[in-house]
């Protein structure tokens, strides 16, 4: 499949997980890939490991500022444009809201919430000159429903939620080309969460609230995260579309 011929996409948290396979699944169907994450030597066993040539791998702090701007012109003198950006970066730490420490809920905001932002603001320009750019933010069922001990991480992927409606309604007034929607994954079995599962005592407490029974895989988001980024969704703009094994559905 060539459906991403010619594109280029912007990934971040690309070293593993759930960036790691939407990094595969964009190779795979043609794209250039950028692939951006803290981890330089993950980054670049991945890079070396995707189908195709021309790919990219960018070591960065997703919360520093002018590292994105950087970005941005490096971007700018190499390709003139960016036709996809998958802000996928994030992470938690569940506790109780008073045991959380305000140092820790502005490491989770910065990281899940502040990133967003900062690659939104700054690689705008860059899809706008796309002419069909697309935005997608990952958000989690924790920006659409609570869970006890999880505070700074709802506020965050609500925060993402939002705000990726705002940046859908500018660029529709702005008429600029530029697509933006939110994904909401449910539990995903990753590299970090892959333990938990393997212990059935666990599995069954962090299972309770799935309907389907089982965890996601990092592939089964990265479909959806394909599909939102694609023409295929291109009358898609402002929506979330929730991957949860029908958790939110109770």
């Not at 280029?8 to 169907?29: C, D, H, N, P, W």
């Not at 309907?211 to 291109?234: H, K, M, Q, V, Y």
Request: with cysteine; charged share 20%; aromatic share 6%.
């Amino acid at each position: 499949m060539t459906r991403f011929a010619g594109r280029i996409a912007l990934v971040t948290g690309a070293a593993s997980g759930i960036g790691l396979s939407t990094a595969q699944r964009f190779a795979a169907e043609g794209a250039t890939l950028l692939l951006v994450d803290r981890d330089r030597e993950k980054l670049k066993t991945v890079r070396n490991n995707l189908a195709g040539e021309a790919h990219d791998a960018i070591t960065l702090d997703v919360t520093d500022e002018q590292g994105w701007i950087a970005l941005a012109e490096r971007i700018k003198a190499r390709f003139g444009k960016l036709d996809i950006l998958v802000n996928n970066a994030g992470f938690g730490r569940f506790k109780p809201i008073t045991e959380t420490s305000l140092e820790e809920w502005r490491s989770i905001i910065s990281v899940n919430l502040d990133s967003v932002f900062l690659a939104t603001k700054h690689m705008m320009p860059l899809l706008a000159a796309s002419g069909h750019g697309a935005v997608v933010n990952m958000s989690s069922i924790r920006g659409i429903v609570a869970a006890s001990g999880t505070g700074p991480y709802c506020a965050a992927k609500g925060g993402v939620r939002m705000f990726t409606k705002v940046t859908a309604l500018e660029c529709a007034e702005a008429r600029n080309g530029v697509r933006a929607n939110s994904i909401h994954p449910g539990h995903i079995r990753t590299p970090l969460s892959a333990p938990a599962y393997a212990d059935p005592e666990i599995a069954k407490k962090l299972l309770a609230d799935v309907p389907i029974g089982r965890p996601g895989e990092p592939d089964e988001i990265a479909n959806a995260i394909l599909f939102l980024a694609s023409d295929e969704s291109r009358y898609m703009t402002g929506a979330e579309l929730v991957v949860d094994g029908g958790t939110t559905a109770q």
